[in-house]
C-alpha cells in the first residue's frame, strides 16, 4: 500500500509539473502576444495623431506661405521707399552744390546771407534725408532677413509635412492590407467549414483577430480529449488554410465549463483544458505546411467563459476550443522602427 501510495504521489507530481510548465510557457507567450497587440491597437490613436499633426503642418505652411508674401510685398514696398529716398537725396545733393556754387560766384552782401541761410536750411533737409535713406535701408535688411527665415521655417514645414504624410499612407496601407488578410482568412476558414454543423463552431473577427471557435460536442466526448472522427476533420480543414497563409500566428485555447472534473490521468479541468489544446495542436501540426514555432498550445479552463455557466446551454457554449488566429505586424512594426 505505501509503494502504492508513493507511485500515485509521483504521478500527480509529474502530471502536476506537465500542466505547469505550458501555463508558463503560455503566459510568457501571451503577454508577446499582449505586447504585440498593444503596439497595433496604439496605431489606430497614432494614425489620428498624425492626420491632427498634418493638419498642424497644412495649416502653419497656410500661414507661413501668407507670411512670406507679406513679407515679400512689404520688402518690394521698403525697396522702393529706399529708391525714392535715394533719389530725393541725389536731387538735394545736386541743389545744395549748386547752391555753393552760386554762393561763391556772389558778391552782394544781401544775397549772400539770404544765400546761406536757405543754404543751412537745405543742409538740414539733406541730413534728414540722409537719416531717414539709413533708416529705410536698414530696415529693408531687416525685412529681407525675415523673409529668408519665413522661407526657411516654410520648407522645413512643408517638408515635415510631406514625411509626416509618407509615414500616414505607409500606415494606412499596411493597416489596410493587415485587414484585408484578416478578412480573407476568416473567408477562406468559414468557406472551409461550410461542411460541418455550423450550430457547433463559429468563425468571426475581433480586435483585428480571427477566432474559429469549434463547441465540445464537435471535437471531444464528454470529458475526453481524444478528438473524434468528426472533429479531426474540421481541425485538418483549417490546418490546410493555415498552411497555405504562412504569415499567421496561431494560438489554440481549450475552455471548459466550472463543473468539477477529475478522472485518471486529468487532475482538472484547467488540465483537461491544455490536452485538448495540445491534442488539437498535434492535428494542426499533421500538416507540414504549418510551422510549429507558429503555435502555441494553451490552456484556460473554466476562467475565459463566453457567458454566464448558469444554465445548461451556457455551459454547453463554454465547452469550447478556439484556434485565434493573428496576423504578423512585421511590416507596421518595421515602419514605427523606421519613424
Not at 529705410?136 to 522645413?156: G, I, V, W
Request: a neutral charge; proline letters at 2%.
Amino acid at each position: 500500500m505505501r509503494v502504492t501510495r508513493y507511485y500515485f504521489a509521483g504521478v500527480g507530481l509529474s502530471l502536476f509539473f506537465a500542466a505547469c510548465v505550458p501555463l508558463n510557457q503560455f503566459r510568457e507567450l501571451e503577454e508577446s502576444n499582449r505586447q504585440l497587440n498593444d503596439k497595433v491597437e496604439s496605431l489606430s490613436s497614432e494614425n489620428e495623431i498624425l492626420v491632427g499633426r498634418t493638419n498642424e503642418l497644412k495649416e502653419l505652411a497656410d500661414r507661413l506661405k501668407k507670411q512670406v508674401a507679406e513679407l515679400a510685398a512689404d520688402t518690394l514696398r521698403k525697396g522702393r521707399d529706399a529708391r525714392i529716398c535715394r533719389n530725393d537725396l541725389n536731387k538735394l545733393r545736386k541743389e545744395y552744390d549748386d547752391l555753393l556754387a552760386q554762393l561763391r560766384n556772389q558778391t552782394g552782401a544781401g544775397d549772400t546771407e539770404e544765400l546761406l541761410a536757405y543754404l543751412q536750411k537745405l543742409q538740414e533737409e539733406l541730413q534728414n534725408r540722409e537719416d531717414a535713406l539709413i533708416e529705410a535701408e536698414r530696415d529693408l535688411k531687416l525685412r529681407k532677413e525675415e523673409l529668408n527665415d519665413a522661407m526657411a521655417r516654410l520648407k522645413a514645414a512643408q517638408n515635415d509635412l510631406e514625411a509626416k504624410n509618407q509615414r500616414l499612407f505607409e500606415l494606412e496601407q499596411a493597416l489596410a492590407k493587415k485587414d484585408s488578410a484578416s478578412h480573407a482568412l476568416r473567408k477562406a476558414i468559414a468557406d472551409a467549414l461550410t461542411g460541418f454543423d455550423q450550430s457547433q463552431l463559429n468563425v468571426h473577427m475581433k480586435n483585428g483577430k480571427v477566432y474559429v471557435s469549434m463547441e465540445e460536442k464537435l471535437l471531444f466526448g464528454s470529458g475526453s480529449y481524444q478528438v473524434s472522427a468528426e472533429g479531426a476533420s474540421a481541425v485538418r480543414q483549417v490546418a490546410r488554410v493555415l498552411a497555405e497563409n504562412k504569415d499567421i500566428n496561431i494560438m489554440v485555447e481549450g475552455h471548459t465549463d466550472p463543473v468539477p472534473y477529475r478522472s485518471g490521468v486529468l487532475l482538472d479541468n484547467w488540465d483537461l483544458s491544455v490536452k485538448r489544446a495540445t491534442s488539437v495542436t498535434r492535428l494542426l501540426l499533421e500538416n507540414s505546411g504549418i510551422d510549429p514555432s507558429r503555435v502555441i498550445a494553451a490552456g484556460r479552463g473554466p476562467y475565459v467563459p463566453l457567458v454566464a455557466n448558469d444554465t445548461p446551454e451556457g455551459k454547453r457554449k463554454n465547452r469550447r476550443t478556439e484556434i485565434i488566429l493573428t496576423p504578423r505586424l512585421d511590416q507596421i512594426l518595421n515602419i514605427l522602427e523606421s519613424n
